[in-house]
Antibody
Framework: QLQLQESGPGLVKPSETLSLTCTVS??????????WGWIRQPPGKGLEWIGS???????YYNPSLTSRVTISVDTSKNQFSLKLTSVTAADTAVYYC?????????????WGQGTLVTVSS | EIVLTQSPGTLSLSPGERATLSCRAS???????LAWYQQKPGQAPRLLIY???SRATGIPDRFSGSGSGTDFTLTISRLEPEDFAVYYC?????????FGPGTKVNIK
């Protein structure tokens, strides 16, 4: 059974960089059938796609975040990572990683449990 | 960027009733790239429907999706107690993913 697990600091200071890692188990991140993505959800609000990556390293970012976001992949560790720079309180959210299934019209078929990141001094 | 609008914002129904949730896009969406998710409090979203009408693995057949172009519908034929949750539609187009704001299905 595929599992995704987010990890990283739960508290980040304003203007600093938010860094999260998603570890994939039970399947290979190098499969050509999937992309991998980050999605966030501010408390009490809806879902926002941050960006996606293919195992080859090709990336796609939300235009509203592209100047601050970097997503990378480490196939040797079966992990992919998110960096979001110059964070503010507006970046406080639950951050999810997810698998994006190419054969399903790019639906997000497996999700991590999510990790709450709070931006505060 | 394609904007998704969901209606109603909140739906109050009783167990056993039929739920009809709407998702409208600001421009035409390929049916192949329209999905629906269920989210319960404190949990990650769960994929219900992909390709506008295909049920994901393990999803009961009381959930069905339909629609094309700019108008899509998620129908729950008979609400079970575990179906009370928030439902999101999502589309992919022009290398972007967007989600609708969600419909909350409440117990009446």
């Amino acid at each position: 059974q595929l599992q995704l697990q987010e990890s990283g600091p739960g508290l980040v200071k304003p203007s600093e960089t938010l860094s999260l890692t998603c570890t994939v188990s039970g399947g290979s991140i190098s499969s050509s059938n999937y992309y991998w993505g980050w999605i966030r959800q501010p408390p009490g609000k809806g879902l926002e796609w941050i960006g996606s990556i293919y195992y080859s390293g090709s990336t796609y970012y939300n235009p509203s975040l592209t100047s601050r976001v970097t997503i990378s992949v480490d196939t040797s560790k079966n992990q992919f990572s998110l960096k979001l720079t110059s964070v503010t309180a507006a970046d406080t959210a639950v951050y999810y990683c997810a698998r994006i299934w190419r054969s399903s019209g790019l639906a997000l078929d497996y999700w991590g449990q999510g990790t709450l990141v709070t931006v505060s001094s | 960027e394609i904007v998704l609008t969901q209606s109603p914002g909140t739906l109050s129904l009783s167990p056993g009733e039929r739920a009809t949730l709407s998702c409208r896009a600001s421009q035409s969406v390929s049916s192949s790239y329209l999905a629906w998710y269920q989210q319960k409090p404190g949990q990650a979203p769960r994929l219900l429907i992909y390709g506008a009408s295909s049920r994901a693995t393990g999803i009961p057949d009381r959930f069905s999706g339909s629609g094309s172009g700019t108008d899509f519908t998620l129908t729950i034929s008979r609400l079970e107690p575990e179906d009370f949750a928030v439902y999101y539609c999502q589309q992919y187009g022009s290398s972007l993913f967007t989600f609708g704001p969600g419909t909350k299905v409440n117990i009446k």
